[in-house]
């Protein structure tokens, strides 16, 4: 248990010392949000703006995203050969991928709340039910970051689960309306849409936000939870140590 | 308990630190380690040799933990590895080939770290960071980040995570690649040094010079199996029965080779650059023989010396010369 509390503390301060993830969690997110609110602004009416609309479901895209920074710290080159003397180390193994999962979940959920915080300020987004919410983006980035480690745990190489992260992230996240709402596409476009699990994310979120309502989170965080209890699992059967050798 | 603590302080004493008992590992159809079984001895400096795809690696990854064996037993102390995996890793320190530290970090804080993991906390883990740092010459550059230290620092840094908690055993896989003399010459002698702390070790490497300086035995590897063993000099004498005497002749004489196969011993003799080269049998004394013959017809010699055999004569001998691509 204390291996793990000290691999965790090493992941993060490898993380928030690497200057291409911080921008990449903060400042990515924010542009983001800045570039596409601002040029479909004239798509949404004064009382709910491209930016609320944007604000939202972007960090929510950026945080389904957050399973490449998971990688990445779990498999990147530079990581992967001190990953070696950490299982030399006695102690459980499985400790090694439990701590990226932890480091990478606290650095990518603080990133994404200082975002919610910096756009809401800014651009006056609309953010109510934060409690919810957070437990909502909390779910999500975990679900994320568990993802990107359970892929690495299976595919054995970070550059090849980042491409195919980088193509289930976007095609779940444009069927969930995350980059444009597809409901405007008719009845059949948005039965397909909401085949993605992003779409009962956004739509838990804009429920809790606007309509004060949450009888969506429990659902949506009940499929996360469950994602995440089973990729856990997954990473448990298929991590090996002889993985780590260099 | 007490008994059986005593029980395995006995074996260890009789049976050495730590001893392989036909270990086996399989890729597939292809046996890369077959019923391997060796000793190392308490507080010796093992040298492992052996050429690409002898099975080193794998050895070394399965005594390390980092690999499970198909076959076989790995004892510490007379116990399975398997079965006190936690109090062996304890008592083992590992300096792999690859650079297996974190180069964002300072080489304290690495350090510190690695030794962390065993479960140094408090001031005792300041004490053996910083022991481990003047051990490896680095206590001068400690606040540095690793990316910033040239490749045989990182290489003395990898060395230093190794031993801060202070292993019984050091494994040390090819630990000078790549490194200027200075810094190969600093590591082996911190390997001798660690031996007269009583740190046992077992090291690999490529290169003879390194064997012939610090092992007091070798084992010679080769298609996963251990293909010879003994000291340096035991091995020399064991694997060659020959010797070579070179005649280094003033210019001008040409001498007659075929009169040496006239004296006792005397195998082989070949002209080359002035010099003539003799084999001869190592237990037939005939040396004032061949020089009466090198100086008949009014023949000069300039220099004489005996050549022995190096370690590489004995590894390629063992090894063949054949080139390995695995």
Known sequence: ??????IAKADFKNLITNPMWVFYA???????????GYLTKGAYGNGFSSYDYYGVTLIIYSALSSGMTAANAFMEERIKKPNMRIIYAPGNVKSLFLAKIGASF?????????????????????????????VLLGLTELFSVTLGITMCCVIKQESMTNQLQSIIINLLAVLGGVLFSLDGFGGTVRKISMISPVKWIVNAAFQIIYDRDSHLLLPAAGFLAGCIIIMTAVCCFTFRKEDCIC | MDMKIKEDEGIKCSEGLLRVEMLNKSYGDKHVVNDLSFQVNRGEILCLLGPNGAGKSTTINILCGLLDSDGGRVLWNGRDI?????????????????????????????????????????SELKEKTEEALEFAGLSDRKKD????????????????????????????????????????NHILSSVRNMQSKGITILYTTHYMEEVEEISDRILIMDSGNIIAEG?????????????QFVLEMEEGHNTDTDGFFRIEGVRGVDKKDGQIIISSLKNVENLEGIIEMAQRDGGRIKNLFCRTATLENVFLKLTGKSLRDS
């Open chain 1, 1 to 6: 248990m204390r291996n793990l509390w000290l």
């Open chain 1, 26 to 36: 903060t400042a990515f997110p924010l542009l983001l949000v800045m570039i596409i």
């Open chain 1, 106 to 134: 606290v650095f990518s959920f603080l990133a994404h709340i200082v975002d919610f915080a910096i756009l809401s300020l800014v651009f006056g987004i609309e953010v109510k039910g934060v409690g919810q919410l957070l």
């Open chain 2, 82 to 122: 398997w079965t006190c995996l936690n109090a062996y890793k304890k008592n083992l320190g590992v300096v792999p080939q690859e650079l297996a530290i974190y180069e964002d970090l300072s080489a304290e804080k690495n350090v510190s770290f690695f030794a962390s993991l065993y479960g140094l906390k408090g």
């Open chain 2, 145 to 184: 980040k690793a990316c910033t230290f040239s490749g045989g620092m990182k290489r003395r840094l990898n060395i230093a995570c190794a031993i801060a908690h202070g292993p019984k055993l050091l494994i040390m896989d090819e630990p000078t690649v790549g490194i200027d003399p200075q810094s190969r």
């Open chain 2, 231 to 243: 000291t340096c000099a035991s091995l020399k004498e064991g694997i060659f029965d020959e010797r």
